[in-house]
């Protein structure tokens, strides 16, 4: 039987499908050559996201896309994904802290820290941002920043 032939977009809802059931080997096994290498994140009602932890070559074309699967009013549960600078966890918190009240991306005026981020999401939405991985080997620590959420919703690219 011929290999099934599938558009960028269905492969890449394929391979979120298949990375959000926990199934290895679902989609492609790589990125096409020039299309950068999805990340497919979740966070939900429980305020966790799926992965706590993404690897990445320096300089790596990358493409996060976060999906709120949780139901609770977007109100009461937004998610987004902000990815920083590296800094000391409590450099970490006091960045949530200064962008609580920044309705309604929650970003705080002074984003010099932010590498990459996406909006803010309400029950099933989704968006994602592509960005290159710094070229610097390192720890970036990422977070949700709606207000409240950082402590448990939290998590590192590591370049390597």
Known sequence: MPAMKTQPRARKLLWILGAALGLAGVGPAAPAAGSPRVIALTGDDTMHYNLTEIDARPGEALEVQLTNIGQLP???MSHNWVLLRPMSDADVSAFAISAMSKAPDYLPDDRSAVLAH???LGPKETDS?????PTTP???PFLCTFPGHFALMKGRLVVK
């Open 138 to 140: 390192g720890t970036y």
């Open 129 to 133: 941002v592509d960005f290159t991985a």
């Open 118 to 120: 996406t909006r803010t």
């Open 74 to 76: 977007k109100a009461a």
